[in-house]
């Protein structure tokens, strides 16, 4: 059970949008923590998609954005292609656990 | 370019150690802290701790505390994880990760290590 609450999965057709959900709690997300986003394509590590809620790395196309509110965030991918296909995953700071905690991932489907 | 470099898979039975090397090029190995996060065959992600590049301080997830320990040589810009009383549920593949100060995001990753305990 993840501190940090994602879809096991979601789809979407090329073009379309999707989101991903990330809820926490008032420790983590409602506490002030930022939400960070990674993208682990099949067989790599993880890359850095979305920092600090809502700042994209230099390289990452602004078809990824990030949001966060209260104790939820969310990242949505525009004009989705077939490299998108990949698992993502949230991560944050617990004041309770005094760590680091990532969602359970989200794998993401490109029908 | 920032590269971390991690060493070889490694296999153990249960009950013993291993230590997973991370080595950084392409930046000030002080400036920063190197994180560990593992993921078990097809499982997600989970954070194990972090180390300063700067002063060695570290802090651990509650999980593992008292049988893992993360230390720097900042002689050659290495980080090092030690996993100790290994069982057959720590086989997962050991990342290294670059954090910046003050934050809690990790901006560059290793390759990763396989670890398989098996007996």
């Known amino acids: 059970q993840s501190v940090l609450t994602q879809p096991p999965s979601v789809s979407g057709a090329p073009g379309q949008r999707v989101t991903i959900s990330c809820t926490g709690s008032g420790s983590n997300f409602g506490a002030g923590f930022d939400v960070h986003w990674y993208q682990q394509l099949p067989g790599t590590a993880p890359k850095l998609l979305i920092y600090?809620?809502?700042n994209r790395p230099s390289g990452v196309p602004d078809r990824f954005s990030g949001s966060k509110s209260g104790t939820s965030a969310s990242l949505a991918i525009t004009g989705l292609q077939a490299e998108d296909e990949a698992d993502y995953y949230c991560?944050?700071?617990?004041?309770?656990?005094?760590?680091?905690?990532f969602g359970g991932g989200t794998k993401l489907t490109v029908l | 370019q920032v590269q971390l470099v991690q060493s070889g898979a490694e296999v153990r039975k249960p009950g013993a150690s291993v230590k997973v090397s991370c080595k950084a090029s392409g930046y000030t190995f002080t400036n920063y802290d190197i994180s560990w996060v593992r993921q078990a065959p097809g499982q997600g992600l989970e954070w194990m701790g972090w180390i300063s590049g700067y002063n060695g301080n570290t802090n651990y997830a509650q999980k593992f505390q008292g049988r893992v320990t993360v230390t720097t040589d900042t002689s050659t810009n290495t980080a090092y994880i030690e996993l100790r009383s290994l069982r057959s549920d720590d086989t997962a593949l050991y990342y290294c990760a670059r954090k910046v100060v003050g934050t809690t995001y990790f901006d560059y990753w290793g390759q990763g290590t396989m670890v398989i305990v098996s007996s």
């Open positions: 991560q944050s700071y617990d004041s309770s656990l005094s760590g680091v905690v």
């Open positions: 600090g809620n809502t």
